[in-house]
């Protein structure tokens, strides 16, 4: 048995002693925390170590390992819908979000294009992933295949807010949205209505979750069980 709480922490590094001295499982780290905790664990596995990032902590006798599912939870949301190799995939936004998405794309063999209002952030996420950029304002300029919004652009109350402008959905493209609230952003229903393939933020969500169960249990993650009960959260269930 075990029970998963949200607590809102100032002081990282006590919280990370706190989870030793409390024997806790694991742990999910959430903004802003996700670069500063690393210094605090023992160990990172190799895909957290890339990205320089972790969403996961997992307590095994004292010994603290950091992961990121982030990337695990976006390709296997947009594996349902597309395939990733040799596709040209533009990200916009140069978060963690979309560092972790990046790093996911890159390792299925994608080609990945960074797009950002603000240059030296998109650019230099850009050259971690030793990929390209375009500014948002050249965003026609990028070779688009797949389009994912990292962006909170579109999350409520804004939701009239679209990351970018209509007449850049091409009906060719599958768009993805990381937003989950509200699960059909204006994004995805501009992009259903011109006939685009849509993968909504809540199948990265749960995915993600999914591997992190799996992490500090090693038992099999009851997906339907989390897709329903993040659905009813939201108000969008049975």
């Known amino acids: 048995n075990g029970v998963y709480l949200a607590f809102r922490v100032k002081d990282i590094g006590k919280a990370v002693s706190g989870i030793k001295a ?15 905790v690393i ?12 990205m320089g990032a972790v969403n996961t902590v997992v307590n095994r006798q004292g010994v603290l390992t950091g992961y990121n599912s982030d990337s695990l939870g976006a390709v296997k949301a947009l594996l349902e819908k597309t395939a990733i190799k ?3 995939v533009v990200i916009l936004g140069a978060g963690g979000a979309a560092r972790a998405i990046g790093f996911g794309i890159i390792s299925q063999g994608g080609r990945v294009t960074i797009v950002n209002r603000t240059a030296a952030k998109g650019e230099k996420l850009a050259r971690d992933l030793r990929s390209e950029f375009q500014p948002l304002s050249d965003l026609k300029k990028a070779k688009c295949q797949i389009l994912i919004n990292t ?20 009906k060719s493209i599958v768009v993805m949205d990381v937003v989950y609230n509200p699960l059909k952003t204006r994004l995805l229903m501009e992009a259903e209505n011109i006939g685009c393939v849509t993968i909504d933020g809540v199948s990265m969500f749960v995915y993600q979750g999914a591997f992190q169960f799996e992490l500090w249990t090693g038992m099999k993650a009851p997906v339907d069980v989390m897709k329903k009960a993040v659905l009813n959260a939201l108000g969008k269930g049975d």
């Open 22 to 36: 409390l024997g806790i499982k694991g742990a999910g780290i959430t903004i802003p925390h996700k670069i500063s």
């Open 86 to 88: 040799d596709k040209d």
């Open 151 to 170: 962006t909170p652009v579109g999350m409520i109350p804004d939701t009239d807010a679209m990351p970018v402008r209509k007449e850049h959905i091409e």
């Open 39 to 50: 210094k605090f664990l023992d160990e990172l596995d190799d895909t957290a170590e890339k």
